[in-house]
């Protein structure tokens, strides 16, 4: 506490003029500097929680066990005690490079001898254009409501409480056993160089990089992810140009490849079981991009920076999925067999910057639903804890603990134990996309029967209420061919077709995360009685930040009118 000096009183009567130089001098006003308090002493207060952090209070949601409070889970979710230090520049690096990882660079090779080169394009060009309608409906929510939990918090607000609660939990489990699959991926890259070291040090390694970064709170996720899209987008576009030169036969011995692999195997291997097969790789390779919404309720300025990262996903799409799908061959061993030394090392050090990214991601992903869960009622309250810096420090000790199970990577189960993993997140993405979706049509005709017009956006979806319509569509085909490919593979390259026992554990491997989420929505819905929201009684104000905002817009319309038509078709792309 600052000591201040009393600041003396004058006894003189001013107004009268009398007692002139009589009265007593009053001294300076002096402020003494506050002290301050040692760096221990702030460290560890730092990790103390927030008493501004406002959290459901105990007894308040779902107290009889059977009715929700809905306002209570809005207020909370609009008023957390999250940092909002992230900006646009970081928002832009997540939005373009975020989801850049083993999806592009290892399993794209997969893809292509399942489905073949024709449809690998087919198959990430459709999820593309889903997902690019997909995340412009999640701009338009997040920029006007940035709430802490994002697309959960949108399904339980917009569609059902007990939908909300599926989809949070679904979303939550998807980043936490990713956190182990990208930690043992790259502790596998590794060994790419015949490393003498054990996997589980590597392990530790990679799980102690993730955790500092993301203790450090959201600025230097932030900062992180900015460094790591960078290197990702670099040698995204490196590998576009090197994949010209190799398919032209411009390297040593190299001779030219041309549509080769359009005739052998063939454009469309294993046909449309072959495509239906791609699509799944795809929606798992898109995985990740949604984060640039979870990261609207840290975000300093949502209403500036959302609108431009949302509106780069196109490009990113374009660019770097397509065109270097486009040339497609796994990424290491095109460039091995092309006799370029040393640049599959390089390759290599990338795909684990990727992974390491993912891994990041992921802690970040799973603690800031994990913390918008519990602030609903929705998860155990400790999971709410947000302390002074504005970190979820419990849900990331908890999402971080799943880390662990990386260590399985030194055992004899690691391929079955990551198999049965990986299914419980296989489908979580097409989930929490069409849910979004959904949600987002729902609210737009909320919008429209609570007398409100689109003028009153700050950010509109560039394709509309149709875009999302078509975004859930795609995600229910994805579904259904999910569902096909699941009872009916495609055969091996090797071996005989699988049939007897090895069909049903396909089928359960493909498929798990389904009855998972079906499961967690009737529960919840049979114990809380939650009901499917209508328009009438949505609430589409709290946790809208901008309270002046009809007047920010019409300042905001002004300025737009005076730019140059460059800026205008700029903006409008960008």
Known sequence: MANVMAKPTDTSDSSSGEGSGSGIVTAPYIEKPAEKDPFRRRAWDSFKRDPDAHITKRGQVGANGLVFDLESAAQSTAESG???????????????????????????????????????????????????????????????????????????????????FAMGWNYALQWLIVLPLEIVAAAITVEYWNSPVSPAVWVTVFLLAILSINLFGVRAYGEAEFVFSIVKVIAVIGFIILGIILNIGGVKNGDYIGGRYWETP??????????????VVAAFAFAGTELVGLAAAETANPRKSLPTAVKQVFWRICLFYIVSLTLSSPFVIAIKNAGINGLDSVMNVVIMVSVISVGNSSVYGSSRTLAALAEQGQAPKFLAYIDREGRPLKAIGVASSFGFLAYLAASNKETEVFVWLQALSGLSSIFTWGSICLAHIRFRRAWRIQGHTLEELAFRSQPGVLGSWIGFIFNVLVLIAQFWTGFSPVKPQYGPPI?????????????????VVLICYVIYKLIYRTPFMRCKNMDLKTGVRDLNLAELLWDEKQERASWPKWKKAYKFLC
């Not at 338009?140 to 399904?155: D, N, R, W």
């Open 82 to 164: 999250l940092a909002r230090k992230l900006k646009g520049r970081h928002l832009q690096m997540i939005a373009i490079g975020g989801s850049i990882g083993t999806g592009l660079f290892v399993g794209s090779g997969k893809a292509l001898q399942q489905g073949g080169p024709a449809s690998l394009l087919i198959a990430f060009s459709l999820i593309g254009a889903m997902l690019f309608c997909t995340v412009q409906a999640l701009g338009e929510m997040a920029v006007l409501l940035p709430v802490a939990g994002s697309f959960s918090a949108y399904s339980t607000r917009f569609l059902d409480p007990a939908w909300g």
């Open 266 to 279: 063939g454009a469309f291997n294993n046909g449309f079981r072959g495509l239906c097969s791609v699509f």
């Open 499 to 515: 049939t007897g026992t090895a069909l049903v554990v396909n089928f359960f491997q493909a498929y798990l995360a389904v009855p």
